[in-house]
């Protein structure tokens, strides 16, 4: 889209850096984070028309604007908005890559962070996203079914793609691997009778089985009581975080790729039927397939 001969300085900023593809805004909650936005022509020609929101949340390499690109016709075509958070990788100078994973890092709660985002960009907008759909693969995949948690009020939707750590809503362990003082870490409990009005959805390669990289060493620094409990590679902890949603009550659409390594591009195709699928109420029987 092109700025128009008579358009003012607003109006040419907003076509050319605020629509479809986006430049990078800081996030004014705390500029140490920003974030990138799809934004389609008819959230600014026809402002009274409902837009939909779907954010899509980077994994360990922090690729923000693949996250954001991969959207950006999903976003034309159903009329919605697409943001697309960086959280950077040593925010508080220690080159920590993990913190936005587990929610709490320091004093920052990334899930107020990423709600503040949320807020800044339907301002921007003149749009409120009281509900919104969210997608995370791989250290993503961590934050989205973590904040699914805390939040569930706030998604019409979730997808998880291949977190190497799961978080079980088992109250035998404590946080992250399971709930048990959730409460007393984040100030509520879990509600289940809304969190079980999101549509939950899991996705991961079939040949994403390497155990290197998220195996915890049982005597490093990091290890946390029942860090690997939950399986060995990404396949098995992902069924058996599908498994103690499942037991909760939660429904959840589960989706094995095949042939596909730990590859968000592989699983695309699965999220963003998903996603197509519940923005046109016609989602199939949950489960695994």
Known sequence: MLPRLNDNREQRTRTLYLTGNTTILACKHDPRFSFMLYIPESAWDEPDRQLDLLVAVHGTMRLQSEYRNAFSSFGKYNNCVILAPLFPVGVAGDLNANGYKYMLEGDIRYDDVLLAMVTQAGELIKRQFEKFMLFGFSGG??????????????????????????????????????????????????????????????????????????????????????????????????????????????????????????????VFPYVERFFNDVLRDRLPEPGKR
């Open 141 to 266: 995949g961590h934050f989205t079914h973590r904040f699914l948690y805390l939040h569930p009020d706030r998604l019409k939707a979730v997808s998880i793609g291949a977190p190497g750590s799961v978080t079980l809503l088992d109250e035998t362990m404590d946080w992250w691997p399971g709930v048990r003082d959730f409460r007393n870490i984040f100030g509520h409990g879990i509600d289940f009778d809304v969190l079980k009005q999101v549509k939950v959805h899991m996705s991961v390669g079939a040949a994403d089985t390497e155990e290197w990289e998220i195996t915890f060493p049982e005597d490093g620094p990091d290890v946390i009581p029942g860090a690997n409990s939950a399986g060995k590679n990404r396949n098995e902890r992902l069924d058996t975080l599908r498994e103690s949603l499942q037991a909760r009550g939660i429904d959840v659409w589960h989706d094995v790729a095949p042939g596909v390594p730990h590859d968000m591009r592989g």
